[in-house]
């Protein structure tokens, strides 16, 4: 990096700084607008009332009864959902860092799979997996196991269910991006060093992952605390949610300053949350330069060093338990693998038990499907609503994604290419959607449109969509370019190319599949987004999503399930693109 | 350099006797059709310096890593002490290594990283404090101990990998090109502190490297390697003098090859014979030959004169100065032949050793008895 960095010095400074600044002011100028401004003119909501007076009563509101409890409740079901996310998360990424191989690669596609799936669809997979006439209780009364069905839907249990398995992807995501840069010499240094197996994990591999650990954890908790989807399709009254408590303030109520007074309290905790994370960890151990010692790497010390004894206790153990047998090195890797393997199932498994049911005669969404029918693909194909809606979906992702590109692209450049003062505030700005919850977002957005006339159009929904998309660009794009070899361009230009030339023939080739992967993620983020589309777009022109969220409040008909299943096989054939993309760039 | 004393006993010079600590039999490495490590065997006394050395791929890595116990071997066999070694687990192998890029663990201060080894043996917290401590005095660290590695710079570093290896007291080390990492002057600084470091711990030390001249710097011998193979196995001196065929000759120091045919013998020596140029002496090649086969002469450069008179019982080649430049201690002289080879000619700098003009002629002379031949497969 810094050898890079060396060589790109003689190239005019001036000229560095005012193309970095160039490139980044659309994305800066454009969030400024968007995301920053409507978050704030929102929250000036939560403390004025019509009269334009301060007032704290939408406050008093919030911290009283019914929005206190329901607050003090999303706070607990978060806490949960983080607790086991980053627990059944953990060993999957540990699988994928320390392994290789094609198996490797096909995991990783298979955690990623309900990443890319809608998130309406995975709640209605596990509407379908856990209800009274649903796959499992039908499966226990066939076997004889239970007589009548049990209670599996609409509690605390199904919410919590559905929540970790909609944010496991991106807790993977995050601790693998940590346990990648693990150098594998340190594995093989602790063996010569004496220690084993059970030693170097806790003692090595898990002190270096924990920052990932921890980003996943925060990113984990501050994405639940903005969910409504699951709680709302798969929870009961009890397990409400602000971010149901928002809608309903706004959809039903009209009432806004609650509303804004609840973001307010959600955003703010937000905030402390990063800012403790900060102080323990420092913000800085997301991208991997974490700090050891203090009073914090201490108390790690000795919890690990005490792990490490009993794991190496007991496995030590288990060894003069067998000793006929030898123990092979590679049992402990089965051990790991197991448990890895039935987390991926779980991940994978739900969504395609929607394929059958939607070929079900009956008509309501029950296991195991009876008969044989295309009714419910008809349905889909010939109403004009549904088709409306897909339409208007995909014209706004294409849009969105372009537009994400667009803005997007030059930043990743200017973030890895140019030296610039406030370089480091620019990428956490940037990055900022990602973290806040999107119901907040959302509604910041709803407010600024109705004020400009933005409400309702389709201009609007991709302004929404590329607030959310863009930072995911940026990212994808910033690690493609960060590991091209600058040197490669410069090779071009000392040879005779200009600029120009040299990034048609020679950075674009070899970027191309940070450019598929970025317009494709922003395609799927607008395509399944839900949120935005709640508040922007009402009435007839909805989209997709938006109209199967609709329809699911208001009967569960197998029409969902064909959906679905159209949208699992478009997802599989945009990864299988992917992959086999991916494959041709890297086989040159 | 004492050149002439190595000369007079090269035969003489060999390692001394030392109990085997440890033995590679037939050990074999085979990645998918590669072979990494064609089936070599070798032997290390109890506390000798052995360097492996060989041209980037060589098979260096893999052998270290299989003696290591963290690469497994597709065959043969690996003896520690006179006990088999072939399947035991790094850590139960008595061995200490040393990698390339150090392998310190990040989140553990130097102090911490030292006392791993000792932690992972579960001695109590008094007798770790005390070794540790012993150990950053000998690397002359105790000021750094409570830093994190990425705060040292890379010596320092270095330093830290040396100690945290040596601290258990293993009794073979293992580093694998140590100082690659390293400027030029940190390396000879290291260079020293690494064979301090061995005489003082009496371990057996297994090294890798490429370059040669650290190798003939450091090591009791030298194993020299290529294409997974070992081409000779012997003293610094042993392989300089002696170098068994060309690569070994041309990989250790810089040498001259002249080209011919063998025309005739005479006692230990043959006639050489080249096109349009005077026949010269030179030593029989090891292998055998026939006459009117193709040779190759090695001359080292400070074996080579460049004079106008001649003198009985040296070969002799008119030449004619192309560049003649005084460096120091030493003045090189870059003749050519009647051939055009260029040939450099190495001499120490004395009153009448002045630079040579351009264009001059001179006569090249050397001793036969420095003159290595080469035939058939020792040519490649
Ligand atoms: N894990 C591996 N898989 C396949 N080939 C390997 C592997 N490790 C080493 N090799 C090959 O084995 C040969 C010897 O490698 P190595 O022992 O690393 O050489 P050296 O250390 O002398 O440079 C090289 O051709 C290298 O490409
Ligand atoms: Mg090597």
Redesign the pocket.
């Known amino acids: 990096m810094s050898a890079v960095d060396q060589l790109a010095r003689p190239v005019n400074p001036f000229r560095i700084k005012l193309s970095g600044g160039i490139l980044l002011l659309p994305i800066l100028a454009f969030l400024f607008i968007f995301f920053i401004y409507p978050l704030f003119s929102m929250l000036a909501i939560s403390a004025f009332d019509r009269s334009g007076a301060l007032t704290f009563d939408f406050y008093r509101q919030a911290l009283g009864g019914r929005t206190w409890s329901i607050f003090l409740n999303t706070l607990s079901i978060s806490l949960w959902v983080t607790l086991f996310t980053v627990l059944l998360s953990y060993p999957v990424a540990y699988y994928l860092a320390t392994s290789k191989g094609r198996s490797t690669n096909l995991i990783l596609i298979i955690v990623l799979l309900p990443f890319w799936t809608s998130a309406l669809v995975r709640a209605f997979a596990w509407m379908l997996l856990l209800g009274r006439n649903g796959v499992i209780n039908s499966t226990m009364v066939n076997l004889g196991i239970t007589e009548v069905p049990a209670d599996l839907l609409f509690n605390l249990f199904s919410v919590l269910i559905g929540m970790v398995h909609a944010l496991m992807p991106i807790a993977v995501l995050s601790m693998l991006a940590t346990m990648q840069n693990i150098d594998r010499n340190l594995h093989s240094a602790a063996a010569t060093l004496g220690a084993e197996p059970g030693d170097t994990f806790w003692r090595v591999f898990f002190p270096i992952s924990f920052p990932g650990v921890a980003s996943a954890a925060l990113v984990t908790f501050i994405v639940s605390m903005g969910i409504f989807v699951q709680p709302s399709l798969l929870g009961s009254p009890r397990e409400t949610m602000v971010a149901q408590l928002i809608i309903q303030q706004i959809d039903e109520l009209y009432n806004w300053g609650l509303a804004a007074a609840v973001s307010v309290m959600v955003l703010v905790l937000s905030v402390i949350i990063i800012l403790i994370f900060d102080k323990l960890l420092g913000i800085a151990s997301i991208s991997g330069t974490q700090q050891a010692g203090g009073a914090s790497g201490k108390a790690m010390r000795s919890i690990t060093a005490a792990l490490g004894t009993a794991t190496v206790a007991v496995s030590r153990a288990i060894r003069r338990a067998l000793p006929q047998r030898k123990v092979k090195e590679g049992a402990f890797r089965w051990v790991l693998a197991v448990p890895t393997l039935l987390i991926v199932l779980f991940l994978a498994a739900p969504t395609f038990f929607l394929v059958p049911v939607s070929f079900t005669g009956s008509s309501f969404m029950e296991w195991p499907p009876r008969g044989f029918s295309l009714q419910w693909y008809e349905a889909y194909f010939t109403s004009p609503v549904w088709r409306e809606a897909t339409v208007r979906s995909i014209i706004v992702a294409l849009v969105t994604a372009t537009a994400s590109l667009a803005i997007g692209v030059p930043a990743a450049f200017a973030l890895t290419r140019s030296k610039f003062k406030g370089k480091a505030i620019v990428l956490p700005y940037i990055l900022l959607p990602i973290v806040a919850p999107n119901i907040i977002v959302a509604l910041s957005l709803f407010y600024y449109f109705s004020s400009i006339g933005l409400v309702g159009t389709d201009i609007g929904l991709v302004i929404g969509h590329t607030v959310f998309a863009v930072p995911y660009v940026v990212l994808t794009m910033i690690a493609t370019l960060s590991i091209y070899d600058q040197r490669l361009d410069q090779a071009a230009w000392t040879l005779g190319a200009t600029p120009l030339t040299t990034f048609r023939l020679i950075t674009l080739p070899m970027i191309k599949v940070g450019f598929v992967t970025s317009f494709l993620f922003a395609f799927v983020r607008s395509f399944d987004e839900v949120t935005v589309a709640l508040f922007i777009s009402p009435g007839l022109s909805t989209t997709l999503p938006k109209r199967m969220w609709t329809e699911a409040h208001h009967s569960v008909e197998p029409t969902l399930a064909a959906v679905s299943t159209i949208l699992i096989i478009m997802v599989i054939l945009v990864i299988t693109a992917s992959e086999l993309l991916k494959r041709r760039g890297l086989g040159r | 350099m004492a050149v002439d004393t190595l000369l007079e006993t090269p035969r003489t010079r060999a390692a001394p006797l030392r109990a085997t600590k440890l033995r590679v039999n037939n050990l074999k490495k085979q990645?998918?059709q590669?072979q990494?490590l064609r089936p070599t065997s070798l032997e290390v006394g109890n506390g000798e310096f052995l360097t492996l050395l060989?041209p980037?791929?060589?098979?260096?890595?893999?052998?270290l890593m299989m003696v290591a116990g963290l690469t497994a071997p597709t065959s043969g066999e690996i003896w520690i002490d006179g006990r088999i070694a072939t399947d035991l687990p790094p850590q139960k192998r008595d061995i200490g290594v040393v990698f390339q890029n150090y392998a310190l663990f990040p989140h553990l201060s130097v102090y911490e990283n030292v006392a791993f080894p000792l932690r992972m043996r579960r001695l109590d917290n008094a007798t770790i404090d005390r070794e540790v401590k012993r150990l950053l005095d000998i690397v002359e660290l105790s000021k750094m101990a409570d830093r994190l590695p990425r705060e040292l710079s890379g010596g320092q570093q270095q330093r830290v990998a040396l100690a945290r290896c040596a601290v258990y007291g293993p009794s073979i080390i293992l580093m694998d090109e140590p100082l690659g990492a390293l400027d030029k002057k940190l390396r000879d600084q290291m260079q020293m502190e690494i064979r301090h470091l061995h005489k003082r711990l009496g371990a057996t030390v297994l090294y890798?490297t490429?370059d040669q001249g650290e190798a003939m710097t450091m090591s009791d011998r030298i194993c020299l390697?290529r294409d997974?193979g070992i081409e000779q196995l012997g003293t610094p001196a042993e392989l300089y003098h002696q170098p068994r065929n060309r690569f070994v000759a041309d990989f250790l120091g810089g040498a001259t090859f002249l080209k011919g045919t063998i025309a005739g013998e005479d006692e230990d020596f043959v006639i050489v014979e080249q096109h349009g140029q005077a026949p010269f002496k030179a030593l029989r090649p090891v292998s055998k030959f026939t006459k009117g086969e193709a040779v190759q002469c090695m001359i080292r450069p400070q074996n080579l004169s460049v004079s106008r008179g001649q003198s009985a019982g040296l070969n002799v080649l008119s030449a004619t100065v192309t560049d003649s430049v005084m460096t120091g201690t030493m003045t090189e002289h870059h003749v050519r032949l009647a051939d055009a080879t260029t040939v450099v000619a190495v001499e120490f700098t004395t009153a009448s050793s002045l630079p040579r003009q351009k264009g001059e002629s001179v006569q090249l002379t050397w001793r036969p008895a420095d003159t290595i031949s080469f035939v058939g497969s020792d040519l490649k």
Do not use: D, I, P
């Open positions: 990645y998918g590669l990494a060989g980037s791929g060589s098979g260096k890595t893999t052998l890798v490429h390697m997974g």
